[in-house]
């Protein structure tokens, strides 16, 4: 009997099978929890049957995390299908190409309230809106990494954007653990070639860079990254809340 058996998993941000959140979702789903996922567009739905055909998802449903109105429906599809979520997880995040390579001081004003309202935003409004549904002792998941913490050339916008996210984490593991003893924490994971990171100037380098550097010589997987998010995400994480959790080979406590 797995970890998770019995309990629903809502898996927001799979784009294909390189995603960190696919890895997240093949390590719940081998654990027994039911999954339930959202796609962008018909292109996305297309493209991402074959994976919730993989996952015997239950919830199959379209969801673009900037319109209010498409939370709303979406959590109301949820609703009639489950009646209630016991996870879910945030794999979602956007910045325009342009601004993630030179200098960060670039960004237009647009641009940059465009990836704070996707990458940052979205998650209060999908722990908002879902909280009547979430069961209690629920918990929620999001993925952020160092850049939030350190300059990462390039990584620009993106880095401000998850720096917010992760204080995002912290005032709702407040405020979430009080209303409904929920856990909210966020897994900060190491450079993984996915589609996001595609879009990210000379993103090999940084790759190469942190592969050298960590003390465990190595990049992470997916699979590693999964496994992190079924320990917080389960019993097993019961005690743990507003953790910003770093799963990249050690990297994050290299100075010089």
């Known amino acids: 009997m797995g970890i998770l058996e019995g ?3 809502i898996v927001l941000g799979i784009a294909n099978n390189r995603s960190i959140a696919y890895g997240i979702a093949k390590a719940f789903y081998q654990e027994g929890a039911k999954i339930g996922m959202n796609y962008l567009n018909e292109k996305f739905q297309k493209k991402l049957q074959p994976i919730a055909d993989e996952f015997n998802a239950q919830i199959f449903e379209k969801l673009d995390v900037s319109s209010d109105e498409e939370i709303t429906n979406f959590v109301e599809k949820v609703k009639q299908i489950w009646g209630e979520v016991d996870i879910i997880v945030h794999s979602i995040a956007y910045a325009n190409k342009e601004y993630l390579r030179d200098y960060y001081y670039k ?7 465009q990836a704070m309202d996707i990458s940052v935003y979205s998650f209060t409004a999908i722990a908002r809106e879902f909280l009547p549904i979430l069961n209690e002792g629920g918990s929620l998941l999001t993925l952020s990494y160092y850049g939030a913490e350190k300059v990462i050339y390039n990584y620009n916008v993106m ?13 709702l593991a407040r405020d979430l653990g009080e209303i409904k003893k929920i856990r909210v924490n966020a897994i900060s994971a190491g450079p993984i070639k996915t ?3 595609s879009g990210i100037a000379r993103f090999s380098e940084i790759q190469k860079i942190a592969e050298e550097k960590a003390p465990l010589k190595k990049t992470v997987s997916i699979e590693e990254v999964g496994r992190a998010a079924l320990f917080l995400c389960s019993d097993l994480g019961a005690g743990i809340t507003g953790e910003i959790l770093h799963v990249d080979a050690g990297y994050h406590i290299i100075g010089m």
Do not use: M, N, P, T
């Open 107 to 113: 960004v237009d004003r647009q641009s940059f309230l």
């Open 159 to 171: 880095g401000v954007a998850k720096a917010a996210l992760e204080a995002s984490v912290k005032y």
């Open 7 to 9: 309990k629903k998993a």
């Open 195 to 197: 589609l996001a990171a």
